[in-house]
């Protein structure tokens, strides 16, 4: 009965969406930002299933902003790079909002690997890479006031969003034999170009680290190596 009265309040919603934006369309001067900005609640509101396909980004943020004390992990697998980016999108917008009514509770980190899917350099609104973009990014620019952070990983840097990446604190350079990818972290870190080019004969588990944040030197990056990553990263989620 819940999910057949959610299905009749959806089509009222999407009804009178669209019948604003006919009657936007009918005059003589149509306002494009409210009709562009009317298409795209239309998109969400279509898309959007709130139980068939288990816990909304809404929930889940929620569940993320419990009192702090409450440690807990969750891993969000979504196969398909468009619902993905959908997936962050609101998810860092439901962070936000319900951040901005009470900043108590947990600090929230959000890992996102193969990040060049949610911040590419090229963006496009119909397969969500311009929304996911302009979310990561306000996350990256503005989530540390809030106590939400994010955590970028990827081996494609050459495909990211500089402006985005340019936001990030601390940055770990892994083997990066491709030249382009190297300028890409010097333009965005700082470091010389030079410096980053040993990272091309790195071993595993070797690490180029930079961050004034933690180390109070300004493009001063040190190598770093960890003998079991794996290791560390289960001790640190204890």
Known sequence: EELVERE?????????LKSRKSELESQRYPPQKIINAIDFLVKCVEEYDSLAHGPTPSRIAVEALRPEGEKRLTVIYAPEPV????LVFRLISSLFSLRKRQILGSRVLIVLDEAQEFIPDRTSKEDW????NLAVERLLRQGRKYK????ISTQRVAHLNVNAIQQVQSYFVGT?????????VAEATGVS?????????YDVGEWLFTSFRATKLRNVPVTVRAENGEKELLEGLK
């Open 148 to 151: 939400l952070n994010c955590l």
């Open 129 to 132: 890479t311009h929304y996911s």
């Open 8 to 16: 009749e309040v959806k089509k009222e919603i999407l009804q009178l």
């Open 176 to 184: 990066l034999p491709r030249e382009y990818d190297r300028r890409v």
């Open 193 to 201: 170009p030079e410096i980053l080019d040993k990272t091309a004969l």
């Open 83 to 86: 619902d993905a980016r959908k």
